[in-house]
């Protein structure tokens, strides 16, 4: 059973920075797409980045593009997210989420399935509040 455990957020100004992490557990191989939701208050879940854990490839939602970066590391079996330049549309919950794919056309290619329903795993999720 794949468990994921989340850990830093919290508050900061507009242009500021923060990290998110999580701790995941319990995967078997290395055919996981691996990504982060947020959700704001009214809003749907949505996927910001996701990252194939067999290739290394990524994928950015426009609205992160060029001031998120995901990263996976295999040897702390961790999942981070840095947050640069953040806006206070930026403010939601962020949770972290994983899935067994076949390859990364379904996590970061063309076919790549981003629906939160698409996920089987989740984190509990934390706070993210940008403040203008």
């Known amino acids: 059973q794949v468990q994921l455990v989340e850990s830093g957020g919290g508050s900061v100004q507009a242009g500021g920075s923060l990290r998110v992490s999580c701790t995941i557990s319990?995967?078997?191989?290395?055919?996981?797409?691996m990504g982060w939701f947020r959700q704001a208050p009214g809003e749907e879940r949505e996927a910001v980045a996701t990252?194939?854990?067999?290739?290394?490839?990524?994928y950015y939602a426009d609205s992160v593009k060029d001031r998120f970066t995901i990263a996976h590391d295999n040897a702390k079996n961790t999942l981070d997210l840095q947050m640069d330049a953040l806006k206070p549309e930026d403010t939601a919950i962020y949770y972290c989420a994983a899935a067994r794919r076949s390859s990364s056309t379904f996590c970061t290619g063309p076919y790549r399935q981003l629906l939160s329903s698409a996920f089987a795993y989740w984190g509990q999720g934390t706070q993210v509040t940008v403040s203008s």
């Open positions: 990252i194939y854990q067999g290739s290394g490839s990524t």
């Open positions: 319990g995967y078997t191989d290395s055919k996981y797409c």
